[in-house]
């Protein structure tokens, strides 16, 4: 049988290895999503026996294996039992398993190797790896980057979080690849090696629904600067105490919207770059920015220092994010209506990052919020709901929650509470003045009623899209 490592012309000795060991053997998928739709067939070009559980049942998993139906796999889904995967020697997990999954201690009890897929492609990659992360920002500023990179000519490719597999695009890279991954803490929650470039763009309070506590979550993230070597780099916000403070070898390149750093900073309304005592260059005024909000301030920042360590020179830099549009779901300005501007923020998946669209917003704001609560505190953003908000439409399980934090905190904040999205729309509609923004930004998942923030937010765009065809 042919060794499986034809599949990446460029592997190196250590990768042939690895993928060498994947022959031949039997092997679990414990998550059949997108990452586990590329992963199975991975896989299975590799030469592997796989066997994919999903606790979803086959109903709901209709377009993933109408994606695999070439490829011969054993399903096993519908339960999710301890003992379904006993018989591997090998398993993988989605980034949306958790770790104390009764199936995955169980394999762990059984001394089954238990990795993923993204430990798999640092341990196949042939190319350089610029990895981002973030409790918010990580999508729009790996976007960035891969804009930089790509108006710089520089071989590269971008995936990871941002929606795209990578195991099965690995036959597109060389040694001189530049692979950007967005990285969530799910994905770097087990890994033992780190990126050559690392950016860590902010760690605030999230996904404690699955972390054991902040604690975790930040160790987590630590992950990504953790394992670099001295000739490798750490791009940190010098903002942020926790981000900037994370344990690494690396050098190190911050960026700040407050002072003048190694890296990027904004000098007053001007976005300034300078890495290892260069004289510092003028990039562009933050006004010349499409994104609105300071944190895209940041976001920009943070790209800009991680594209100049890549190589790409400040006039396409700046060129590059001047050109850039916001990425859907991300303050996305969906329509106006006679007057009223809607905007989806459906990625605003915890308090925090609703916090940084209402910051960004000057118009009077009728936000629409809620969801499945993360377990995160919801205090300051019930104060600055209550200070930017003139009317609030509650939506899902949350509600109860943030009508409890809004009577505590702000407490003649204007509630109302909606059946559907749909119904938060209309009414958002018909609280909203010409001049107001509708604001979508939860503050919370999706999982109590979308697949996930993407569903919600086209969810979204199609409420509007009937409130428009209303005033016709």
């Known amino acids: ?66 994606a695999l139906r070439d490829v011969p796999i054993t399903y096993r889904i519908g339960t999710e039992r301890e003992t379904d995967l006993l018989d591997c020697d090998e398993l993988f997990i989605s980034p949306g398993v958790s770790r104390d999954a009764p199936l995955v201690l169980a394999a762990v009890a059984a001394r089954i190797s238990v990795t993923s897929a993204t430990r798999l492609f640092f341990e196949l990659c042939p190319g350089p790896i610029a990895g981002i992360t973030g409790s918010s920002g990580k999508t729009t500023t790996t976007s960035m980057v891969g804009s ?84 490798d780099v750490a791009v940190l916000n010098a903002d942020d105490s926790i981000a900037s403070s994370l344990p690494h070898r ?56 991680v594209a100049s360590v890549i190589g790409s020179d400040s006039t396409t830099i700046a060129n590059a994010l001047r050109a850039f549009r916001p990425v859907p779901h991300r303050l996305e300005v969906v329509a106006t209506v006679d007057g009223v501007t809607f905007i989806n923020d459906s990625i605003a998946t915890s308090p925090e990052r ?24 919801m205090d300051d953003w019930a104060n600055l709901i209550g200070k930017h908000a003139r009317v609030v439409v509650l939506i899902g399980e949350a509600a109860p929650l943030i009508r409890e934090a809004l009577r505590s905190t702000a407490p003649g904040t204007p509630l109302v509470e909606a059946k559907s999205l749909d119904e938060a729309v209309s009414l958002g509609s018909d609280f909203a003045a010409p001049g107001d923004v509708v604001l979508l930004s939860p503050g919370c998942t999706s999982f109590d009623t979308f697949r996930d923030f993407e569903a919600r937010g086209e969810a979204f765009r199609n409420a509007v899209a009937m409130v428009r065809r209303r005033t016709l």
Do not use: C
């Open 1 to 66: 049988m042919r060794s499986p490592s034809y599949l990446i012309p460029h592997l190196s000795e250590i990768g042939r290895r690895r993928l060498d060991l994947l022959r031949s053997v039997r092997v679990g998928v414990v998550g059949l999503g997108r990452e586990g739709v590329d992963l199975a067939r991975f896989l299975h070009s590799a030469g592997a026996d796989v066997v994919v559980s999903d606790r979803a049942d086959a109903g709901l998993l209709r377009s993933q294996i109408d």
């Open 148 to 231: 930089i990179l790509k108006a710089s000519n520089t071989p590269s490719i971008v995936g990871g979080n941002i929606g795209m597999p990578m195991l099965g695009r690995l036959v597109e890279l060389t040694p001189d690849t530049w692979t950007v991954l967005e990285l969530s803490s799910f994905q770097l929650d087990d890994m033992t090696t780190s990126p050559s470039v690392g950016a860590v763009l902010n760690v605030t309070p999230n996904h404690l629904d699955r972390h054991p506590d902040m604690a975790d979550y930040v160790r987590a993230k630590g992950n990504i600067v953790l394992h670099q070597g001295r000739q």
């Open 250 to 305: 690396s050098r190190t390149i911050e960026f700040s919207v407050e002072k003048p750093v190694t890296g990027a900073w904004l000098d007053g309304e001007h976005l300034m770059l300078s890495l290892d005592g260069e004289r510092p260059t003028r990039l562009f005024a933050r006004g010349e920015l499409r994104l609105r909000g300071m944190h895209n301030v940041a976001n920009a920042m943070a790209a800009a220092a």
């Open 354 to 377: 609703s916090m940084a669209a209402l910051r960004s917003i000057d118009e009077p704001i009728v936000l629409i919020a809620g969801g499945r609560d993360k377990h995160l505190p």
